[in-house]
């Protein structure tokens, strides 16, 4: 048995019950024109709870396998460098607007996990906060921190 997908699938399927709590425990609204506010949570919580299920039934039948020695220490590394980035994003995403922090902090992750591979980590970090920019700002009208590149 594989212990940490074991518990992983285990969490998720918690908070897959916890998100099926909460769409039970909220006000029914009536309205017959569409699907309805908790559609979305409906499905991601059944999706969750599918692959937290399939996650634990495949950590039972694994065989027992220990982690090499220096995983957990790599592990660790790659945590703190998230959460450096993610730290200072939230700190800089007023100042330097959207798209330029996360265009940075895009190709910094990229850089790290994907190295050597320069030319989609480029691409990659111009690509991503262009298109999420285009769809929030331009086609939803949802304003998103301009920092210096507007007013």
């Known amino acids: 048995m594989n212990k940490k997908d074991f518990y992983s699938g285990l969490l998720m399927l918690l908070l897959s019950g916890a998100i099926f ?3 039970l425990r909220s006000p029914s609204i009536q309205d017959s024109s569409g699907p309805g506010p908790f559609f979305l949570p409906t499905i991601a919580a059944l999706i969750i709870g599918a ?3 399939t996650l634990l039934i495949q950590s039972l039948k694994q065989p027992k396998a220990g982690p090499a020695p220096s995983a957990g220490r790599r592990m660790w590394g790659r945590l703190i460098w998230i959460m450096f980035w993610c730290a200072l994003y939230g700190i800089t995403i007023e100042n ?3 798209l330029l922090s996360t265009g940075i902090v ?3 992750l990229l850089a790290y996990f994907n190295r050597r591979k320069w030319v989609i980590n480029i691409v990659f970090s111009l690509a991503t906060p262009i298109s999420i920019y285009i769809l929030f700002d331009t086609l939803l ?3 998103l921190p301009k920092g210096w590149l507007g007013p």
Do not use: E, R
């Open 96 to 98: 330097l607007g959207y």
């Open 51 to 53: 692959l937290s299920l």
């Open 106 to 108: 895009t190709f910094a």
């Open 21 to 23: 709590a909460q769409i």
């Open 141 to 143: 009208k949802v304003p």
